[in-house]
């Protein structure tokens, strides 16, 4: 409790001096196009265990726009504003049962659908949930397994224009992760949630899927995968029926390691150019996409100090918000967010 105490006591404070953390790596000359010259990652609240899942609710009736991201271990979603800082928003947030049931029991991935609820990849309930965000109603179950078989623990979540829900299932919210007697299903995989409830396995041959979005077309779904053994974006092309066809590589981050870097694909975003945003290696990692080879260049990065787990598009479109273990930063970018 004391932790906590001083947790939300102290974010507003953070706010207001608007410190900033990392700097912004250049590599290419289209990169200066992106990011303004004196732009620098800011911190906005720390304090965190594990930050995840960045996702902005756009202002509406008068209200004003807001943040929204998950404490995966705290089990909480917190809302971040520019006038009141951050405060919790939903806790429990991804585990409702009793006693202690993994080190990642929270919410992870989170988006707003096209109906404006906040859906959440949910770690200890192993579900895709939906909620309406004025609360009423409550939280229902999107999926919780296929097949039969319960998920392992969903991990992130994107909507498609043709109104499914594509989600990517490693084990990373279960006890024992993929050692763990709970498992039901042997595949890692990405899943698709169609407009009737059906849940089909869209992808079923990597080994740690995590985050996931679609080009601006919405005919491209990207999937990081944040394995050791294979650090990659993958691109698969989206069928007429909803499926997808076989992957192709964007990017390797393998060869990032050697210059010191640490991390792996983890949350990523795409803005109105098809440029890709990903955590990954020593924070943000910026990709030019070919669109005829789907191959990824690296435009440059935007280095946060902290393994990085999440981005996403926020205020205008152009703002990025970081989550970055246990810190929530911005940049302001000369970039837009696709569907903004």
Same mark, same amino acid.
């Given at each position: ?18 410190? !900033? ?37 756009? $202002?509406?009736?008068?209200? /004003?726009?807001?943040?929204?991201? +998950?404490?995966?271990?705290? !089990? ?35 988006? *707003?659908?096209?109906?404006?609820? @906040? ?7 192993? =579900? ?14 999107? $999926? ?17 224009? !043709? ?18 007697? %709970? ?8 899943? =698709?949630?169609?407009?009737? %409830? ?5 992808? =079923?041959?990597?080994?740690? /899927?995590?985050? *996931? ?9 990207? #999937? ?21 066809? $076989?992957?192709?590589? #964007?990017?390797?981050?393998?060869? @990032?390691?050697?210059? %010191? ?13 098809? !440029?890709?945003?990903? +955590?990954?290696?020593?924070?943000? *990692?910026?990709?030019?996409?070919? /669109? ?6 690296? @435009?440059?990065? *935007? ?24 810190? @929530? ?12």
């Amino acid at each position: 409790m004391k932790t906590l105490l001083f947790l939300f006591l102290s974010l507003p404070l953070l706010a207001q001096t608007k410190t !900033n953390k990392g700097q912004v790596v250049r590599l290419d000359p289209r990169f200066d196009k992106l990011i303004p010259k004196d732009a620098a990652p800011e911190v906005l609240a720390t304090g965190f265990e594990w930050a995840e899942g960045p996702v902005w609710v756009k $202002a509406k009736g008068g209200e /004003p726009g807001y943040l929204l991201f +998950s404490d995966v271990p705290k !089990n909480t979603v917190f809302r971040w504003t520019e006038a009141d800082g951050c405060k919790p928003f939903l806790m429990p947030s991804g585990y409702t049962g009793r006693g202690t049931y993994s080190d990642e029991p929270g919410s992870n991935g989170l988006t *707003i659908d096209a109906q404006g609820r @906040l859906i959440s990849c949910e770690h200890g309930d192993r =579900r895709v949930s939906a909620m309406p965000l004025n609360g009423v109603g409550g939280k229902i179950t999107l $999926a919780d397994r296929y097949q039969g078989k319960r998920f392992n623990s969903p991990n992130d979540v994107v909507q498609h224009a !043709n109104g499914s829900y594509y989600f990517t299932d490693p084990p990373y919210g279960l006890a024992k992760k993929e050692a763990d007697p %709970g498992r039901e299903t042997p595949l890692f995989g990405v899943y =698709r949630l169609d407009p009737t %409830g059906a849940v089909s396995l869209v992808v =079923r041959d990597l080994t740690r /899927p995590n985050g *996931i979005a679609f080009s601006p077309d919405q005919k491209t779904m990207y #999937v990081g995968q944040s394995d050791e053994h294979r650090p990659v974006i993958m691109a698969y092309p989206v069928l007429k029926d909803g499926s997808v066809g $076989a992957g192709r590589l #964007v990017y390797d981050v393998s060869p @990032l390691w050697k210059l %010191g870097l640490k991390g792996a694909p983890d949350g990523l975003k795409v803005d109105q150019q098809g !440029n890709i945003w990903s +955590s990954g290696p020593g924070g943000v *990692i910026v990709l030019a996409v070919d /669109p005829k080879t789907s191959a990824g260049t690296l @435009l440059g990065r *935007i280095e946060t100090g902290e393994a990085t787990a999440n981005c996403g598009w926020g205020d205008d479109g152009s703002m990025l918000y970081i989550t970055a273990d246990a810190y @929530l930063l911005r940049i302001k970018t000369t970039a837009k967010g696709a569907g903004w």
